[in-house]
């Protein structure tokens, strides 16, 4: 069974400082997603990760994929409120398209 | 832009009673998948179909069913609703296998059951 773990869960950090989100998984994939989500919202779509060392930018928003170390990693630079959220990682399956979430990192960003 | 649309926004139901929650997707995704999440405990996945009239049992399928009789649509179902399925469901679509699945979330049902 592909498990799915995210640390911190809570993150509180000053602006402009900056912080990396941890996503470690079970087994073997190389097919990792990241998402965004606001408090009462939907999941937004941040970074998909296709390949082993691929790594995607997007503004202050940064992530990696290790698929040896089975870890993603999502780097925060310059922190701005803005990006207050919760932030999940998704693994999928090698052997199918169902996508097993971590817990989630909420990151409060404070002035 | 893919718009996925959940039936309802908020739901509150009573004990016992039949819940239909509904998915309708407009980008021809082959994938669908309903989710609940819990704070703590992240998203986790119900059931999942790869196509119209198959289905599979995700992780925690137990008191809900589902049905796909046209490739836009994927309803959830509560047979007998109870206070523990009392949650935030989601549904997802996404494209089949190759380069990935991207899925695609709706906007959320945030069912309350008394």
């Known amino acids: 069974e592909l498990k799915v773990e995210q640390n911190p869960l809570f993150l509180s950090m000053q602006e402009g400082k900056n912080y990396t989100i941890y996503c470690n998984y079970s087994t073997t994939s190389d097919r990792l997603y990241w998402y965004r989500q606001d408090p009462g919202k939907s999941l937004e779509s941040l970074f998909v990760l296709l390949s082993n060392g691929a790594v995607k930018q997007e503004g202050r928003l940064m992530a990696s994929l290790d698929t040896k170390a089975r870890l993603s990693t999502l780097h925060i630079t310059a922190a701005v409120h803005d990006l207050s959220a919760t932030y999940f990682c998704?693994?999928?399956?090698?052997?199918?398209?169902?996508?097993?979430f971590g817990e989630g990192t909420q990151l409060t960003v404070n002035p | 832009d893919v718009k996925v649309t959940q039936s309802s926004r908020y739901l509150v139901k009573r004990t016992g009673e039949k819940v239909f929650l509904e998915c309708v997707q407009d980008?021809?995704?082959?994938?669908m998948f309903w989710y609940r999440q819990d704070p703590g405990l992240g998203l986790r996945l119900i059931y999942f179909?790869?196509?119209?009239?198959?289905?599979e049992k995700g992780d925690i399928p137990e008191g809900y069913s589902v049905s796909r009789e046209k490739k836009e649509r994927f309803s959830l179902i509560l047979e007998s609703a109870s206070t523990n399925q009392t949650s935030m469901y989601l549904c997802?679509?996404?494209?089949?296998?190759?380069?990935?699945?991207?899925?695609?979330f709706g906007q959320g049902t945030r069912l309350t059951v008394v």
């Open positions: 179909s790869y196509d119209v009239k198959m289905k």
């Open positions: 980008m021809d995704h082959e994938n």
């Open positions: 997802a679509t996404g494209w089949a296998g190759g380069f990935g699945t991207e899925a695609f």
């Open positions: 998704a693994v999928e399956e090698t052997s199918g398209s169902r996508l097993t």
